[in-house]
């Protein structure tokens, strides 16, 4: 607007600060660096995440999941993560309102949970199911990384040992092209994703892979089948049965990473079967989330975190 108006443009934005907006004038102006509360947003199915809004700064974010990110979607940005603060400020809320609240969805950590239990004793938590796939697929990755590094490492003393035979050293290319390094750099994407949607050459790709390293075989199938109970049941008894068979076959497989996953799902079994209620998901919040960080990147950054949230308020609050 500057350049179009032939004005300087950040004369013009402290212009807009201070005269042209009603920034100066925010009822919430006093507290904005700490929090930001919209009371009358809050709704019976509402979602909390964090987020992180300038040089690695947290933030907890409690949305609307009905307004679906447009107007009405922010309910609260309170400054970090500890449970007993952001549940003081949510506490200014009505207690009549947060009772209201039936289902909130979240990630598994404890200080969320905590946060949850304390403003909202009647609502159902749920576990977000993107958390919980996310923690199989870092185990999986896991193997691949481990076992690429003892490749680069085998290279690397194949390369030393041609110096001294003074020999010129060819890599070993396997049926696909790729030399083992290249092999486990690049199956990374193909794992994420089920064998249906591979492409020819990632097919060929997993089969090498598959053949030269069955133990990534292995938690490749136990990833998809824990995606593949997700995606099809509807029932949470019946989900309950699945997770259990999927849990005892996560023992006799013997990965220690899988192993961590399966206890943390026990730990958080409850709340992990209440998604099969509704098929509730945190997607609203990453959403909500994806659009901060959209809005961060708009202005290179944030160099006044109360003005910012101003701006962010006047969208979605």
């Known amino acids: 607007m500057g350049k179009y108006f032939n004005v300087n443009g950040k004369r013009l934005e402290e212009q807009y600060v201070c005269h042209l907006s009603d920034f100066l004038d925010w009822e919430q102006l006093a507290h904005a ?20 809004l300038s040089q690695g700064e947290l933030y907890t974010v409690v949305t609307n999941k009905e307004a679906k990110c447009k107007k009405g979607a922010l309910i609260a940005m309170i400054k ?34 905590k946060i949850v239990r304390s403003c909202f004793p009647k609502a159902k938590q749920v576990t977000d199911r993107f958390h919980v796939q996310k ?10 990384i481990k076992h690429r590094w003892e490749a680069i490492d085998m290279e690397n003393k194949e390369i030393e040992l041609s110096k001294e035979l003074g020999k010129a050293f060819t890599p070993h290319r396997l049926e696909n092209g790729d030399t083992l390094k290249q092999l486990l750099a690049r199956s990374r994407y193909l794992l994420f994703k089920p064998e249906s949607k591979w492409t020819p050459t990632q097919a060929h790709r997993a089969e090498v892979l598959f053949k ?7 938690a490749y199938q136990l990833c998809m ?45 409850q709340t992990i079967l209440n998604y099969f209620d509704n098929r509730s998901t945190n997607a609203s919040a990453e959403a909500f ?25 006047k969208i979605y609050a």
């Open 33 to 52: 660096s700490d929090w930001v509360l919209f009371k009358d947003n809050i709704g019976e199915y509402i979602s909390i995440d964090e987020t992180s």
């Open 80 to 113: 970090g993560t500890d449970s007993d603060y952001v549940s003081s400020v949510l506490k200014a809320i009505s207690k009549t309102k947060r009772n209201k609240v039936k289902e909130v969805t979240l990630d598994m950590a404890a200080s969320m949970q």
């Open 135 to 144: 923690l199989a697929y870092d185990a999986l990755q896991e193997i691949r």
């Open 212 to 218: 030269h390293y069955p133990d990534i075989k292995k």
């Open 225 to 269: 089948e824990l995606g593949s109970i997700y995606h099809h049941t509807k029932q949470k008894g019946i989900a309950f049965t699945l997770l259990a068979r999927w849990y005892d076959k996560v023992e006799k497989a013997g990965f220690k990473a899988f192993n961590t996953i399966a206890r943390t799902i026990q730990l958080n079994y």
């Open 289 to 313: 989330n994806a659009k901060i960080k959209a809005f961060r990147a708009q202005f290179r950054g944030v160099r006044n975190i109360p003005f910012f949230l101003y701006r962010l308020s």
